[in-house]
């Protein structure tokens, strides 16, 4: 059971603008433990989105942002590309009985 | 380049055992947490479990459902990280996802591109 809770399924048509959230408790977002996202397309590995809440690795687009307040996270993505269409995951860390803790991801579709 | 290659998936048999390897390169490896993730077709991601650096003890952490079946190891001279599985199930069937973090660091920035692992009798 994913520790992390994110919604199924989000949707929107090239050039909007869509927010994934992701909601936690105390014993991971609320204890301080940093926010990361990844995106996984179509049959490939993960791939590091955002890191320590709000950092983009070098590479990654500045029209995908995030933020992180208390319990809760969100990842944003301004200016939809056909080529954005995959599942997205938060991940954060649970303390040193539940380890990293995962969402159970979103799968974002372009219209 | 940082690169991380995952073998010794295949199929494997309910109760017997199974050891996976994560090849890598391009970093140095003893610095590094190393972290195993598994997908089941169509599902999400799953942490399985990480083992800390040298440098951090070497402690090991797993995640509930593969405690006590699932050990992991690493040969810091060789660069290979290790999970091994035993008294496999038909749920362990997935792919299985090799990952790095530096220190004590949270996130994963090098996946490998995985090994398939299906459990069948």
């Known amino acids: 059971q994913p520790l992390l809770t994110q919604p199924s399924s989000v949707s929107g048509a090239p050039g909007q603008t869509v927010t994934i959230s992701c909601t936690g408790d105390w014993s991971n977002l609320g204890a301080g433990y940093d926010v990361h996202w990844y995106q996984q397309l179509p049959g490939e590995a993960p791939k590091l989105l955002i890191f320590g809440n709000i950092h983009r690795p070098s590479g990654v687009p500045a029209r995908f942002s995030a933020s992180k307040s208390g319990t809760s996270a969100s990842l944003v993505i301004t200016g939809l590309q056909p080529e954005d269409e995959a599942d997205y995951y938060c991940q954060s860390y649970g303390s040193s009985w539940t380890g990293v803790n995962l969402g159970g991801g979103t799968k974002l579709t372009v219209l | 380049e940082v690169q991380l290659v995952e073998s010794g998936g295949g199929l494997g048999v309910p109760g017997r055992s199974l050891t996976l390897s994560c090849a890598t390169s391009?970093?140095?490896?003893?610095?590094?947490?190393m972290s195993w993730f598994r997908q089941a077709p169509g599902k999400g991601l799953e942490w399985v479990g990480f083992?800390?650096?040298?440098?951090?003890?070497?402690?090991?952490q797993y995640a509930g459902a593969v405690t006590g079946r699932f050990t992991l190891s690493r040969d810091d001279s060789k660069g290979i990280a290790y999970l091994h599985l035993s008294g496999l199930k038909t749920e362990d069937t997935a792919m299985y996802y090799c990952?790095?973090?530096?220190?004590?660091?949270?996130?994963?920035?090098?996946w490998g591109r995985g090994t398939l692992v299906t459990v069948s009798s």
């Open positions: 990952t790095r973090s530096y220190g004590q660091t949270t996130h994963f920035p090098s």
């Open positions: 391009g970093f140095t490896f003893s610095d590094h947490r």
């Open positions: 083992i800390e650096s040298g440098r951090y003890g070497g402690t090991k």
